[in-house]
């Protein structure tokens, strides 16, 4: 990588995709970096920077770091009353993103107080930039800077996302023939077999190669090769041969260092909570209830921040987790269903949901995890709600709506058995099973591994565990690479 001469001091731009997830785990790595005494410009757009300063308290928390972080806007270049959620939402994200912030981006990194420096402010002397987002990486090349592009997936997914052109290329994509989704996918490296068509990301189940997304996958996955360093939010005992893989086959420098929300919480001694970044303003009131429940005996259900649903798949939610007896807390924010169906909720159900179901609009997801009466978590999947299960020791229920979170669920029930995946499926009938299973008939085993592999990650992130390391390393490269 090319060195910028006479840098006084090391100066990391770190630079999200404007999305819950990718904005939450990218905070909490700047926060890890201000730790270490690197200065850290956060760049957001202006709706994520908005949200997020309204609904949390992000001002306070980084007055720990006096002089060390400051956060600087850019255009998202969709319109302010744009919903941005929703699969197809992401699709407008993805080309707003690459038509309007790509060139003001590089502006900024050219001619602006960003490479400029300012009196108190040295210029940027490397840029962490969403993997989604490897326009920032070319940005860095040209300047002569260091480039690392951070993945919010798994390392899994992002090894099957990297092998797309391959199954192109083998005639396993697009989808031929018969529409037998149980069938095994063979050439994604070392997981030969074990994907299923329907586990591959859903922009997969297009019959047209040309679909936009699919291509833009395709090339941000190949684009993260060019950066000089990977960071991934996993760990090496989760995902050891997908790591292997990738430093060997795509990126050598690449830096596992998840998972980042305990691994902060273990290098601020433990005392913090760290369910802070969020976009939505968390009910606290739902914890109050847990505090009334017996152990281990709730379902926490949440969709994330982008799934929505028609009503007809909440109603089957919801009927299923009424007739399953067992008691549940409901994440449902204002905008998880779709479309305009205005008829009332049944009133048996409301009924039947009083005094073992409580509804809120937005938890603080890790808290709740971490608390003593959940039992099992009905998620969408996300990587983050993933990590957060895993850390917490609780098993899932999978039912994944998009993108990584259908090789996520794979995962979890197959390779670390960690629950039970829905995919493709949604009646009330399957997911009162779904909860029995879980909850019931085979918790033992399901809470065996998860206790086995909460401990795994919890000591990855402890001093001398490996991902500990690889963030003393990544932060040793990064002032190097700045001198
Ligand atoms: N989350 C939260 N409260 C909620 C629901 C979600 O704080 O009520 C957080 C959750 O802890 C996680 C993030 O939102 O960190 C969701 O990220 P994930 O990757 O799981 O899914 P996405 O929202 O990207 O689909």
Redesign the pocket.
Known sequence: MGCKKKVLAVHVLVFPFP????V??MLKFAELLCLENLKVTFLNSHYIHDRLFRCTDVEARFANYPGLIRFKTIPDGLPEDHPRCGHDRFREMFESTRAVTKPLFREMMVSGELSLGSSTWSPVTCIVADGVMSFAIDVAKDIGIMSVAFR?ISASCYRAYFSIPRLIEAGELPFQGNVDMDMPIEHVPGMEGFLRRRDLPGFCRSSNLADPILQFVISESQHNARADALIVNTFEDLEAPALAHIRTHIIPNTYAIGPL?SHLQTRLGGKTAV?LY?L?E?DRNCLTWLDTQPSKSVVYV??????VMTRDQLLEFWYGLVNSKKRFLW?M?PDLVTGKDETPIPAELLERTSGVGCL?D?????E?LGHRAIGGFL????????L?SIVAGVPMICWP?FAD?MVNSRFVSEAWKLGVDMKDLCNRGIVEKMVNDLMVERREEFVRSADEMARLARESVSRGGSSFCKLDRLIKDIRINSQ
Do not use: D, I
């Open positions: 999305a819950q997830s990718h939450s785990s919010t929300h369910s969020t939505w968390a949440s969709f994330g921040s982008a799934v994440v924010r809120v937005w938890a603080p997801q890790e709740v998620t969408h999947s996300g990587w983050n709600s993933t957060e709506y979170q």
